[in-house]
C-alpha cells in the first residue's frame, strides 16, 4: 500500500524511489476518463442512460409500477447501462489506440510511464463511469424502495451487476486494443460478441452453464414475482464471476501490453480461478433444496405464511407481503359492503398464492381454491391486478368458493361483475382493465386471480346499463334480490328483471358465445 | 516548365489502378468476412435459422460491412492530396466504384448463406443492406467534407454503430425500420429504408465535390 | 520580373483567432522565404495558397488564375507543388509507389513518361537507392524526401514548401537546400521556415508574417539592413538591449538601442527579423 500513498501526481519517477509511481497512472486514468466524454457515443449514451432512467422513475404509466417488488427491481436495473456499456467498449478501445494511430507510440514508448502502465490507467478511466452507473442504479433502486407500496428484499450482488458491467466492457475493450491494434475490431467484435451470444443460448438450449456466462442475464417471462429466498438466481456467484472475468481480462490487457512483473502473473492466475469458481458455481442450477422451498410454497403455501386479520376476515401472506393486507382488506370491503343476504357478512380467508416451482421463467396459471370462503391474491398488485382480485372476491360472495367461480356463465356473472365495480371510483375503466381485450361491449373473457369468467354480449349490456344508475338505487336492489341473484342457473333474462333493467333481446347464456 | 507525359481530365486507368491501391481493402475484406462468418454460423453449428433470425443476420451483416465502408474515405495522405488536380468526387466516387462490385458479390454470397426457407425477401432486404452501406458512406462523405480529417474511419464506424444500436430503441414505433418478415408494415418500413436510402446518396453526391469557397464567405455574401 | 502569385486582403479565421488578417502579397520566380514566429499564421497562409482551403475573404491568383472558382482552382492545381508540414504518407507503399500514386492524381497519364518523372524526382531527392523499400522501413530524413519528391513531381511551376528542412541533419539540409535553390530556377518557390540562415542562403526575396499579417516584404539584404547600427558589442550585459548574449569571444553581443560610444557590429539576417519582430510588438502594446 506504500506505493499508493505517494502523492507527487506531476512527478515522475526519481532516483531514491525506483518503484513506479500508481499516482501518476491515477492522473492518466482522470486524463483520459475526461477524454472518454469527449466521444459522441459515450456521452450520447451516458446522457439516454441517465436520462431515461429518470424519466421512466418518475412517469411510471402502468399502476403496477406503484407497488414493486424489490427482488426484481434490483435486477431491472441491470439493462439500463447496456448501450453505455457498449459505447464504452468502442471508445475505450479507440482512446488505447489513439497513440498508435496518430503515431505517436514512438515518443510515448519512450517515457518513464510504461506501456502496461498506460494499460491500467486506461482501464481505470472506466472507474468513474462505474461508479456514475452504479450511483444511477442506487437512485432508481432507492426511489423505488421509497415507494409506499414496495415490499420484498433487493439483491447487493444483483444491483452490482450493473456497475460490473460497465467495467467488464470497458476492459474488454482495452484488452481488445493490446491484441488487435486496429480501431475497426472494436465495432466488428460487438456484432460478433451479439451474434455471438445469441448462437450459444441457442446452441446450447439456454442451458443453465451457458446462460449465467453472459453479464447481465434476464429472466424471459418476468411476469412471475417470487419471494426473494425462491428466485434461485446465483446473483451473489454471478457477481464473483464478473469481477473475476474483469481482473482476468484487465490483467489480461497488461501482460498483452508488457507488463511481466511477477504480482501481475499472480494477479492473472487467480482472477482466472475467481472466474473459474464463479462460472462453476452459478451454473448449478436449481438446488434439490430450493426446489423442495419452492414446491412447499406452491402446493401449501400456509406453511411459510402467517396471517392477520382485518374486519373479520384473515389475511394470508408470505413474509415479505404482510403489509399489503391493508391494501386486500379494502378491496374485499368495498366489495363486500355491496353483497346482500349472508355473503355481506360472509369472513373471508384471502391466501396469497404463488407458483413458484418452474422458476421465474414459469408463467403457469394459479388453480382455483376449493374451500369454500376462501380467495386467491397474487404476488402482484396495483394497476389490473386490484380489480382482478375483486372479480375473485365477488365470485366467491356470489357462488361460494373459488372455484365454483370458474364455471360461472349464467346470470351470476352480472351480479359479480356488479359487485366488482359498483364500488369502485372508475366502474368503466375498470371494467376494461378485467377484460383480455380491453373493451367495456360485447362479449370477452374476464380475468381474475385464478380461473376468469366469461361475459356474454348481454350480460355486458345488463352490466352496463346498471352503472348509468343511482348506485343506491342498484345497491338496494341487489340487496333485496340477493337469493334470486345468485341462484345457481339464474338466467339473464330474470337478473335484469330483477334489478328492474330492460331484458337484452334473444340472450342466450352458457351458450359458448 | 518541362512538360511531363501528356495531361488529360478524366479517369484513366493509371488513375483507376492508384486509386484502387488506396482503397482500405483490408478493413472492408474484415468487414466482409466477418460479415459472412455471421450469416455462416448457424450453417457452422448444425442448425437452421428460423426467418426472424435469417433476416437480423443479415441485417447484422449488413451492418458489419457497412463499418468496413466507413473506412472507405480513408486517406493517410489527405493532406498531400487535397491541392492536386484531380478532383475530390472522381477520387471518392472511383473509390466507391470500385468497392461497388466488391460489395454486390459480397452480398450474394450472404443471401446464399442463408438457407432458402429462411431467407427473407430479397428485394427489401437487399435495400435494408443498401441503405445502411448508403449511411455510412454519406457520414464519411460529411465528415471528409466538414473536417480536414485524414483517416475519418474510426469515428463514422463508432459513430454508425452507435446509432445502429439506438436506433430500435429511439425511432418511434410509427416509423419503425426494423420490422420482422410478415408483419403489416413491413412494406411502409420498406419505403421509409427507401426514404433512408435516397437521403443518404442525395447527402453523400452533395458532400463529394471539394468547397471552392469557405462556408464564412458564403454566409458573408448572401 | 514578372509577378506569378498575387494575393489580396487574404482573410481566414478559426472560431476566435485570426489566423489570416488582410495579407496581400506578390511573388515573382525564384525561393521567397517565409519567416515568422510559431502561430504567426505562415502554414494557414501556405495552405490557402496551396489551395488546400479556402480564404474567407480577398482573391489571389496563381499563374494566371483565380482559385477561386473550380475551373480555375484545377488550373491552379495543374502548376502546383505542396509539401505539408507533416506530410501524411501510405505506409504500406514503396517510395516509388507513393510518388507515382501522386503524379497520377497530378494527372500524369502516360506512364512511360511518368514513371521516368517519378524516377528523375526520386534521383532528385537522393532516394533512387531506395525507391523499391516501403516507406514505413525508410528513416525520417527519407519520409521528408519522399513528401519532396511527391510535391516536385510534374514539375510544378510554384511550390510551396512548409517548413521542409525541420528534423533534418546539416548535411541532409544542405542537400535539401542545394534541391530547394535548383527548383527556385525558373520556378516560384515559397518557402516558409524558422531558419533564418535558410533564408539567407537561398531566398532573393523574404516576407516576415506575425499575428496572420505580413510586417516585411523585401530582399534579404533590406532586412538585414534593418539592423544597421542596433547591434553592438559591450563587456558587460547592456541593459537597454532588446537581445544580448555572451559569445564565445567573452564579449556581449547585443540587438536593440545602442549606447552612443558604442562597438557597432556588422548585423546578420536573423538580427533584422527580431527587430522587425519586436518593433510590431512594441507597436501593439502602445
Redesign the interface.
Known amino acids: 500500500m506504500s506505493v499508493l500513498t505517494e502523492t507527487a501526481a506531476g512527478t515522475a519517477v526519481h532516483e531514491k524511489d525506483p518503484r513506479p509511481s500508481w499516482a501518476a497512472v491515477v492522473a492518466l486514468a482522470r486524463f483520459e476518463a475526461r477524454d472518454l466524454l469527449r466521444y459522441l457515443p459515450v456521452a450520447a449514451t451516458l446522457l439516454l442512460y441517465v436520462g431515461w432512467t429518470a424519466w421512466t422513475l418518475f412517469h411510471s404509466k402502468d399502476g403496477m409500477d406503484a407497488y414493486p417488488a424489490l427482488q426484481d427491481v434490483d435486477r431491472d436495473t441491470q439493462t439500463g447501462p447496456l448501450l453505455l456499456g457498449i459505447a464504452l467498449f468502442v471508445c475505450v478501445n479507440r482512446c488505447t489506440l489513439r497513440s498508435r494511430r496518430r503515431g505517436t507510440d514512438r515518443q510515448f514508448d519512450v517515457l518513464v510511464m510504461e506501456p502496461w502502465r498506460r494499460t491500467v490507467a486506461h482501464v481505470l478511466s472506466l472507474v468513474p463511469f462505474a461508479a456514475v452507473t452504479a450511483l444511477v442504479v442506487l437512485g432508481e433502486f432507492t426511489r423505488q424502495a421509497l415507494r409506499p407500496g414496495a415490499v420484498g428484499h433487493g439483491s447487493p450482488a444483483e444491483l452490482a451487476v450493473g456497475p460490473l458491467y460497465v467495467l467488464l466492457c470497458g476492459a474488454l475493450g482495452v484488452l481488445l486494443a493490446r491484441l488487435v491494434p486496429t480501431v475497426f475490431a472494436a465495432p466488428v467484435a460487438v456484432i460478433g460478441l451479439v451474434v455471438l451470444s445469441v448462437f450459444v443460448s441457442a446452441g446450447t438450449g439456454g442451458a443453465e452453464w451457458s446462460r449465467w456466462l453472459s453479464p447481465v442475464v434476464d429472466e424471459v417471462s418476468g411476469t412471475t414475482v417470487l419471494p426473494s429466498d425462491l428466485l434461485g438466481r446465483p446473483a451473489a456467484w454471478h457477481t464473483l464471476y464478473l469481477t473475476g472475468l474483469i481482473l482476468l481480462v484487465a490483467l489480461g490487457a497488461v501482460l498483452a501490453s508488457g507488463g511481466r512483473g511477477r504480482y501481475v502473473q499472480i494477479g492473472a492466475a487467480g482472477a482466472l480461478v475467481l472466474t473459474l469458481v464463479g462460472a462453476v458455481a452459478q451454473s448449478r442450477g436449481v438446488s434439490p433444496e430450493l426446489a423442495a422451498a419452492r414446491e412447499r410454497a406452491s402446493v401449501t403455501p400456509q406453511r411459510d405464511q402467517s396471517c392477520v386479520r382485518r374486519a373479520g376476515s384473515t389475511y394470508c401472506a408470505f413474509p415479505e407481503w404482510t403489509g399489503r393486507a391493508d391494501d386486500w382488506a379494502r378491496v374485499v370491503d368495498r366489495v363486500r359492503s355491496l353483497a346482500g343476504g349472508t355473503a355481506a357478512r360472509q369472513p373471508l380467508l384471502v391466501r396469497q398464492r404463488v407458483e413458484a416451482r418452474y422458476g421465474l421463467d414459469g408463467d403457469s396459471a394459479i388453480p382455483a381454491l376449493t374451500t369454500p370462503g376462501q380467495v386467491t391474491v397474487g404476488t402482484r398488485w396495483g394497476g389490473n391486478r386490484v380489480p382482478e382480485f375483486a372479480v375473485g372476491v365477488a365470485s366467491v360472495l356470489v357462488t361460494g368458493a373459488e372455484s365454483k367461480g370458474g364455471e360461472l356463465c349464467d346470470g351470476r356473472v352480472v351480479t359479480v361483475m356488479w359487485l366488482v365495480l359498483g364500488g369502485s371510483a372508475q366502474p368503466l375503466t375498470d371494467l376494461a382493465d378485467v377484460r383480455l381485450d380491453d373493451s367495456v361491449t360485447g362479449s370477452a373473457s374476464v380475468l381474475a386471480p385464478t380461473d376468469g369468467l366469461s361475459m356474454s354480449a348481454a350480460q355486458t349490456d345488463v352490466v352496463r346499463e346498471l352503472l348509468d344508475r343511482p348506485r343506491d338505487e342498484v345497491t338496494a336492489a341487489v340487496r333485496r334480490n340477493w337469493t334470486g341473484l345468485t341462484a345457481p342457473g339464474v338466467t339473464t333474462a330474470r337478473v335484469a328483471q330483477l334489478l328492474g333493467v330492460k331484458a337484452p333481446e334473444g340472450a342466450k347464456d352458457c351458450a359458448g358465445e | 516548365?518541362?512538360?511531363?507525359?501528356?495531361?488529360?481530365?478524366g479517369v484513366?486507368r493509371?488513375?483507376v489502378v492508384?486509386v484502387g491501391?488506396?482503397v482500405p481493402w483490408r478493413v472492408v475484406g474484415v468487414g466482409a468476412v466477418v460479415g459472412l462468418l455471421v450469416v455462416w454460423l448457424p450453417r457452422l453449428l448444425g442448425g437452421t435459422p428460423d426467418a426472424w433470425l435469417g433476416l437480423n443476420l443479415l441485417r447484422a451483416a449488413a451492418l458489419v460491412f457497412a463499418l468496413g465502408l466507413a473506412f472507405l474515405l480513408d486517406?493517410?495522405?489527405?493532406?498531400?492530396?487535397?491541392?492536386?488536380?484531380?478532383?475530390r468526387w472522381a477520387?471518392t466516387g472511383l473509390r466507391v466504384a470500385l468497392v461497388t462490385p466488391v460489395a454486390a458479390v459480397w452480398w450474394t454470397a450472404a443471401l446464399l448463406l442463408v438457407p432458402a426457407q429462411s431467407r427473407p425477401p430479397v428485394g427489401p432486404v437487399t435495400l435494408e443492406a443498401g441503405a445502411t452501406a448508403a449511411l455510412a458512406l454519406a457520414a464519411a462523405c460529411v465528415v471528409v467534407r466538414f473536417t480536414?480529417e485524414?483517416e475519418p474511419g474510426a469515428s463514422v464506424a463508432a459513430g454508425l454503430l452507435t446509432f445502429a444500436l439506438l436506433a430500435p430503441a429511439l425511432i418511434p414505433s410509427r416509423w419503425d425500420l426494423f420490422v420482422p418478415v410478415g408483419d403489416p408494415a413491413w412494406a411502409a418500413a420498406h419505403v421509409r429504408w427507401a426514404a433512408v436510402l435516397t437521403a443518404a446518396v442525395v447527402t453523400a453526391v452533395l458532400c463529394a465535390?471539394e468547397?471552392?469557397?469557405?462556408l464564412?464567405?458564403l454566409r458573408?455574401a448572401s | 520580373m514578372t509577378t506569378t502569385v498575387t494575393a489580396s486582403g487574404l482573410g481566414?479565421?478559426y472560431g476566435g483567432t485570426r489566423a489570416l488578417d488582410d495579407v496581400s502579397l506578390r511573388l515573382t520566380p525564384g525561393v521567397t522565404g517565409l519567416l515568422g514566429p510559431n502561430g504567426a499564421g505562415k502554414t494557414t497562409l501556405l495552405r490557402v495558397l496551396?489551395?488546400?482551403?479556402?480564404?474567407?475573404?480577398g482573391s489571389f491568383t496563381v499563374l494566371g488564375h483565380d482559385?477561386?472558382?473550380?475551373r480555375g482552382?484545377?488550373q491552379v492545381?495543374?502548376?502546383?507543388g505542396?509539401?505539408?508540414q507533416?506530410?501524411?504518407?501510405?505506409?504500406d507503399?514503396s517510395a516509388f509507389?507513393?510518388v507515382?500514386?501522386?503524379?497520377?492524381?497530378?494527372?500524369?497519364?502516360?506512364?512511360t513518361?511518368?514513371h521516368?518523372?517519378v524516377r528523375r524526382v526520386l534521383e532528385e531527392v537522393d532516394l533512387g537507392d531506395v525507391r523499391g523499400r516501403r516507406i514505413k522501413k525508410l528513416s525520417g530524413g527519407m519520409r521528408q524526401r519522399v513528401?519532396l519528391a511527391?510535391?516536385l513531381v510534374?514539375?510544378p511551376?510554384f511550390l510551396v514548401l512548409d517548413e521542409p528542412t525541420v528534423g533534418l541533419d546539416p548535411e541532409q539540409r544542405m542537400r535539401f537546400r542545394e534541391l530547394i535553390a535548383g527548383a527556385g530556377e525558373?520556378?516560384t518557390v515559397l518557402l516558409s521556415t524558422h531558419q533564418t540562415e535558410d533564408v539567407a542562403m537561398l531566398c532573393h526575396r523574404v516576407l516576415v508574417m506575425a499575428r496572420g499579417r505580413i510586417l516585411f516584404a523585401g530582399t534579404p539584404a533590406e532586412l538585414t539592413a534593418r539592423a544597421a547600427g542596433r547591434v553592438w558589442s559591450s563587456t558587460e550585459r547592456a541593459p537597454g538591449a532588446k537581445a544580448g548574449w555572451r559569445t564565445g569571444t567573452g564579449s556581449f553581443r547585443n540587438v536593440g538601442d545602442p549606447p552612443a560610444d558604442a562597438e557597432l557590429l556588422e548585423p546578420t539576417l536573423e538580427d533584422g527579423y527580431l527587430l522587425t519582430l519586436d518593433d510590431v510588438s512594441a507597436e501593439a502594446a502602445a
Do not use: C, Q, W
Request: aromatic residues 4%.
Open positions: 516548365m518541362v512538360e511531363v507525359g501528356r495531361r488529360r481530365s484513366s493509371g488513375l492508384a491501391r488506396t486517406d493517410p495522405a489527405r493532406r498531400l492530396t487535397t491541392p492536386v488536380p484531380t478532383r477520387r480536414e485524414p465535390p468547397p471552392v469557397r469557405s464564412r464567405s458573408a | 481566414l479565421r496551396a489551395t488546400a482551403v479556402p480564404a474567407d475573404r482559385p477561386g472558382t473550380s482552382r484545377h492545381r495543374r502548376s502546383l505542396y509539401l505539408p507533416t506530410p501524411g504518407l501510405h505506409p507503399f509507389e507513393f507515382d500514386y501522386v503524379a497520377i492524381l497530378k494527372e500524369l497519364t502516360d506512364r513518361a511518368r521516368r518523372e513528401a511527391a510535391a510534374g514539375d511551376g525558373g520556378r
